[in-house]
Nanobody, 123 residues
Framework: QVQLVESGGGSVQPGGSLRLSCVAS????????MGWFRQAPGKEREGVAA????????YYVDSVKGRFTISQDNAKNTLYLQMNSLKPEDTAMYYC????????????????WGQGTQVTVSS
């Protein structure tokens, strides 16, 4: 089992920044895909960013390219999502996710999920 705990959400004005964190625990030694998903009210869940934990491959949805950066600290078993130039349309519940397979995670079907952290962008 892998446990994921997110933090760092909150309310921010348009143009502001937030950094989300996700601490992974449990059997993480063979988790090769980690990422962030989000779901806004009335909308489908979408993959925001992903990273191959054993290499340098990353994925970003087009709407966040150039504004969001995914990174990891393997020593701390922590995943980050730095979000800059935030827009009202970024408002959503953000979920950390993990899978043994990076392709499966990018495809949108990770096995492990965190509880989510709310991000609200509003003036």
């Amino acid at each position: 089992q892998v446990q994921l705990v997110e933090s760092g959400g909150g309310s921010v004005q348009p143009g502001g920044s937030l950094r989300l964190s996700c601490v992974a625990s449990g059997y993480t030694y063979n988790v090769y895909g980690m990422g962030w998903f989000r779901q806004a009210p009335g909308k489908e869940r979408e993959g925001v960013a992903a990273i191959h934990t054993g290499g340098s491959s990353t994925y970003y949805v087009d709407s966040v390219k150039g504004r969001f950066t995914i990174s990891q600290d393997n020593a701390k078993n922590t995943l980050y999502l730095q979000m800059n130039s935030l827009k009202p349309e970024d408002t959503a519940m953000y979920y950390c996710a993990a899978d043994f397979s990076y392709p499966l995670l990018v495809a949108g079907s990770p096995y492990y999920w965190g509880q989510g952290t709310q991000v609200t962008v509003s003036s």
